[in-house]
């Protein structure tokens, strides 16, 4: 078979690109069953729908929110965001270098000093390193590093903190003033700050209602494929079905995976490859047989003694994912290069939510649906650029184009998936 474009991986970036290919000659190929990757839903038989973890839309663009409506229509709510921190045995709002109040007063004391020591000496000094340890000490003082953004940061990435750079800090991580973190000390007023105060998400089905409305739109997709191999020099990539010829192949599975699947790679981008570092996330989704169990939407858990680093409501998300008089959670356990033990840690989690008071004794869980995401977060470390840029380079040179949060290599949203495969087509001729 002989096709313009190929894509790989049925995501929302593979579904974008297939989307603003419009009626040219394309074909998307999905390994597994159904499209959708990381946005799709799991319905369980008692009819709670889980996403693999809060999969909510926090969008800048004009045109993916004029998208978002044309595909969503009446099915979509904006959201404003209720999240917060849970350390020192009380909850206080995210971010948490804006919102001290409701802490324990030596702890904001200590928070305070840190920040105005650290204005008055290293924050103006240029970073001798670009870790982000020493950025994080530097910028927001030693108390918010101690309470917040260190423990909650290893919990995440899992690697030591002084091994981790600061480019993907971008939008994610909210630098208050000292004005304002010292208002949101005393007052509980700083509810606002981030790139996600607002968000959309589906009024039902899920994120799953999006990814089915882009599929709706868009023409030629198989699933259930296996791809055995792809030969860059003869432009065929191998399937369990056929040979495909193409002229280009734009790629969204992770570029560990196309690597490893591409014929005769050049040493040096195959030792590139090898270098590239990631977590993987275990999502533990609990139906729990009590109505509002929370009215927050997600929480924070910077602490050591909790293994998870947040958890999320679904509920207060939509109504429409739990039966009446129910309600339903996920849970994010970061790992990294090892078997995790899904019972052990699941007898661990229920444990740590009740000993923070959001799981009660008497609740009694009806639903349980772990789901794991072996690619979850990609590792900003020192040889991250460099390798990028040798894989990316050859793949170029190639007409393999690798995008997404997985085949790009980086720390990006839905929303960005959605431009980057719309952008992608400029290139496709
Ligand atoms: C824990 C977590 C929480 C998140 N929360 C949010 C959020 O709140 N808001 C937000 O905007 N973003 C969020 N994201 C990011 C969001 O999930 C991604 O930006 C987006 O889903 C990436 O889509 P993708 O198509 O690039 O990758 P994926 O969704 O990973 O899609 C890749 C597709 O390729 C397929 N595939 C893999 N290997 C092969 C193969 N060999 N052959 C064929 N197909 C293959 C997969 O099955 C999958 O369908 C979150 C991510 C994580 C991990």
């Given at each position: 078979m002989k096709i313009d474009t190929v894509i790989i991986g049925g995501g929302i970036t593979g579904l974008s690109v297939a989307y603003h290919l419009k009626n040219k000659n394309y074909i998307l190929l999905e390994?597994?069953?159904?499209?959708?990757?990381?946005?799709k839903s799991v319905t369980d038989k008692n009819g709670f729908i889980y996403d693999y973890t809060g999969h909510l839309l926090h969008i800048k663009s004009e045109y993916v929110k004029k998208l978002v409506r044309k595909l969503l229509k009446k099915n979509l709510a904006l959201k404003t965001r209720n999240s917060w921190i849970y350390s020192n045995n009380v909850f206080t709002r995210y971010p948490f270098q804006a919102n001290l109040f409701g802490l324990p007063k030596n702890i904001i004391y200590e928070c305070i000093e840190g920040l105005v020591r650290a204005k008055f000496t290293t924050y103006h000094l240029p970073l001798t390193t670009c870790c982000f340890h020493d950025w994080c000490l530097k910028t927001f003082g030693g108390g918010i590093s101690k309470y917040f953004m260190l423990p909650y940061n290893e919990k995440l990435w899992?690697?030591?903190?002084?091994?981790?750079?600061?480019?993907?800090l971008g939008k994610y991580v909210p630098q208050p003033t000292l004005q304002e973190v010292i208002k949101g000390a005393f007052t509980d007023?700083?509810?606002?700050?981030?790139?996600?105060?607002t968000f959309f998400y589906p009024k039902?089905?899920?994120?799953?209602s999006l990814v089915d409305e882009l599929k709706k739109n868009t023409c030629v997709i198989k699933t259930?494929?296996?791809?055995?191999?792809?030969?860059i020099s003869k432009k065929i990539v191998k399937t369990n079905n056929g040979d495909i010829q193409y002229k280009n192949l734009v790629s969204t599975i992770p570029l560990p995976e196309i690597a490893k699947l591409?014929?005769?790679?050049?040493e040096n981008v195959k030792k590139a490859s090898r270098k590239l570092k990631w977590t993987s996330v275990l999502n533990i989704n609990l139906g729990i047989k009590?109505?509002?169990?929370?009215?927050?939407h997600w929480i924070y858990f910077p602490e050591?003694?909790?293994?998870?680093y947040r958890a999320g409501f679904y509920r207060n998300f939509s109504?429409?994912?739990?039966?009446?008089g129910t309600s339903s959670m996920y849970i994010e356990i970061s790992y990294r290069n090892r078997k995790i033990n899904k019972e052990k840690m699941f007898k661990k989690t229920i444990g740590e939510l009740k000993s923070a008071g959001?799981?009660?004794?008497?609740?009694?869980?009806i639903s349980e649906c772990i789901l794991d995401i072996p690619y979850a977060y990609v590792i900003y470390d020192e040889n991250r650029k460099s390798s990028l840029k040798t894989i990316q380079n050859h793949l170029r040179k190639n007409f393999i184009f690798s995008i997404g949060r997985y085949g790009g290599w980086q720390y990006s949203t839905m929303e960005d998936a959605i431009l980057e495969g719309k952008e992608i087509t400029k290139w496709l001729k």
């Open positions: 390994k597994e069953n159904v499209v959708g990757g990381l946005c899992k690697i030591n903190l002084k091994n981790l750079t600061t480019d993907w007023d700083n509810k606002k700050m981030g790139y996600n105060a039902t089905g899920g994120i799953q259930d494929i296996k791809i055995l191999s792809v030969d591409i014929k005769g790679l050049p009590r109505k509002n169990i929370s009215d927050k050591k003694k909790f293994n998870f109504e429409s994912l739990c039966p009446d959001v799981l009660k004794s008497s609740d009694k869980i």
